[in-house]
C-alpha cells in the first residue's frame, strides 16, 4: 500500500525576511504545543511542517521578531 | 530531528509527575516543598512554558470558593446536585475547603485576579445557585509565573517525552513508567516510588464537525493517554459514561463563553434571540436543553450580545481576543462577524472524558490515590468533578504532598523487565513497518466511528456495531500502522490511546441502563433515570486483559441535599417555553 502525498495549506506562516533562525532562534519550534514547526534545512527560517495546529498561537506571541502569523485552519475558516 | 535513533536510558526518581500543564507543575512544587531532598521529575509530551489547557492563558477561574461569597458546603451542594447526584462529596469538599488558599499563593506568584475597590477578590455568578467565578484580567501570566516557580524550586523537567506505559511491581504497586522521545524515539525506563497522573482530558475521542482532527475544544496534546495508561495499570476509572460535551462557538470550538461574557448580560439564545436555559453554567442538563433547542425549529443557537452597549462588548472582546483562545478575534474578522451586530452561531463539542468540566476520570479519593498503590492522578484526567483549573491546581498540591510524604517511607519497587521489552516492541512497531496505513487515517477512521457509534443519543444496538467496527481498526494498528519518522510514532501511538478511550466509552455507555446527567448520558432505549438501580457510581478496569465494569455505592453525603434541591438542575428550561 504506497503512501500518497496529499496537499494542504497550512495554518501558520513565517515571514522568512524577519524570521532569525539562521542566528540560532528556535523559539516558536520550542514552545508550540503540538510540535508542528520545525526549522527548514533550505532555507534555514522556521515552518509548519505539520498540519495539526489548535491555532492556540504562542508560537506567534514568543517569536522575538514578530515573524509568525497564525491563521484559522482552512476547513474551520 | 525527527528520524529515529536507537536509544534506551534509565531514570531513577522519588516522585515522577507525568503531564506538565495545570495540575502537573503544581503536583512538583508541592511534593518538592514538602521535601526538598527528594528528587522530583515534571515529564511533558510538549514543553512545559507553553503546555497544556492554559499554554496560552485563562480567562477566569470557573469554581472559586472565597469567603464572602460561598461556603464549601454550599459548592460541594451545587456540584453534588449539578451531577445528578453521583458524587463522593470527601473530595469535592476538600477541594472547596483548600482552594482558597491556593488562590491566595497563585495571586502571590504574580497571577493577578479581579478586585474590588477594596482589595477584595470579586466574584460573579454564573452557576445555577452560587457564586463562584473570579475573572483574570491578566489570565496570560498564568504559565509564566508556575515556569518561574518550576525553575526556582530546581524541579527537574523532562520535555518532548511521551509517557506510555506505567510500571507496576510484583506487589501490584506503582513502579514507574515508560516514555518515549517525540523527536528522536528514544526509548526511556523512569522509575519511581511514587507517580502523579496530570495527563489532562481525553479530547480527542470524537471528531469535530469540520472534520479537522485538531479543531478540539480540549488542547489536542491531551489525547487520553492518562485514561489509557491508568486503565493498562489495572486501575479503576470513574463514571466514563459520563461524556464531556461543550457549548462552543460553530466551526472555531473556542468556549462561547457564558464565564466571560454572562456576566456582563449576554446570554445562549435561540434563532428568534429568546433565552431558552435559566443558567448557563456547563452541565448535562444544560446540554441537554442546548440539544433539544439546537435540534427544533427554533434552532440553531446563538450567544447573544448584541443587545448589550458597543463599550461593553468592547470590553468583553478584550478579554475573549486576548487571553485564553485569542486567534477567536481572527475567526469572526475572517467571517465579518461583529459582535455588536449579529449573534454568533453556536454548536456543541465533540465527546471527550473530562472530570475538569464533567466527572469522566480515573477514580481517587480525597488524597487524590487511584486504586493502584502509589499511584496519584488530578485534574482533568482525575474523577473529581466539575473541577475546572482551580481544581487542577488544588488537587494536584493534595497530590503532591501526600505522594512526596508515601516516598519517603518507600524503597524504591522492583519493576519487571520483561513488560519494558515487551512494551519497547510494542512502540516501536510501527517504526519497524516499511509500508501500511499513517496514523492519520486510522486517527480519523476511529474517531469518525466515534461520531456515528458512540455519541449521544445513545443507541445499544448502535454502540455495539461501534464496537465492532472500532475492533477492526484495532485489528489495523496492531498490524499496518506506520510511522515514518518520530513525529508520527508520537501520533501512532496517541491514536491508541484513542482507541483504548473509544473502547472504554462505548463499554461504560452499555453497562448503565438508565438515562442520567442529561445529554452526557442520554439513552434513547433507556431514557428514564433509574434511581432505585443506577444511583452509584460505575468503576470501570482491565481484568485478564479485558474491559470490566461494577457498581461502586456513593459514599455517605457530609453535606445532606433536600428533596426539593435535588432536582434543581433538571428545572433549567426557561419556565415561559413550551
Ligand atoms: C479552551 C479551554 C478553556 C477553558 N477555560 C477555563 C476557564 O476559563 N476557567 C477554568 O477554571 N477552567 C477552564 N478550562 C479548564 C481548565 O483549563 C482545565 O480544567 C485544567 O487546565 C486542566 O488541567 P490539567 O493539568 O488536568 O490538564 P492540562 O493543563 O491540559 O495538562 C495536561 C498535560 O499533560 C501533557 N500530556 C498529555 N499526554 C501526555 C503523555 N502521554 N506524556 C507526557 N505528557 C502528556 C500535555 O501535554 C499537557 O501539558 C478551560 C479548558 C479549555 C480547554
Ligand atoms: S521564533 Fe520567530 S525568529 Fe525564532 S525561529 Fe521562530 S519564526 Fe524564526
Ligand atoms: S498556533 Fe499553536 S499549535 Fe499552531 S503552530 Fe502555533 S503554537 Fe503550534
Known sequence: ?77 | MDNFVEGLSEVTCDVLVIGGGTAGPMAALKAKQKNPALNVVLLEKANVKRSGAICMGMDGLNNAVVPGYATPEQYTKEITIANDGIVDQAPVFKYASRCYDIIQELDRFGIRFQKNANGDFDLKKVHHLGTYVLPMPNGDTVKKALYRQIKRERILVSNRFMATRLLTASDGRIAGATAVNTRTAEFLVLRAKTVILCMGAAGRLGLPHSGYLFGTYENPTNSGDGYAMAYHAGAALANLECYQINPLIKDYNGPACAYVAGPFGAYTANSEGNRFIESDYWSGQMMQEFYNELQSGKGPVFLKLNHLHADTVGEIEEILHKVERPSRGRFHQARGTDYREKMIEMHISEIGFCSGHSASGVFVDEFARTTVPGLYAAGDMASVPHNYMLGAFTNGAVAGEHAAEVALETDLPDFDSEFVKAERKRVLAPTRREDGIPPNQLEYKTRRLVNDYLQPPKVTARMRIGQARLAEVRDDLETALVARNAHELMRSLEVSSILDCADMAAHASLFRTESRWGLYHNRVDYPKKDDDNWFCHTLLRKVDGRLVSEKRPIQPYIVPIENEERTAYDRLRVSNQA
Open chain 1, 1 to 77: 500500500m504506497p503512501l500518497a502525498f496529499s496537499p494542504t495549506t497550512v495554518p501558520v506562516v513565517v515571514d522568512e525576511a524577519k524570521c532569525i533562525a539562521d542566528k540560532g532562534c528556535t523559539v516558536c519550534v520550542d514552545v508550540c504545543p503540538l510540535d508542528v514547526l520545525r526549522i527548514s534545512d533550505l532555507t534555514g527560517k522556521a515552518h509548519m511542517k505539520f498540519d495539526e495546529c489548535w491555532y492556540c498561537m504562542p508560537c506567534e506571541k514568543d517569536c522575538p521578531t514578530g515573524a509568525v502569523t497564525v491563521n484559522i485552519p482552512y476547513l474551520l475558516r
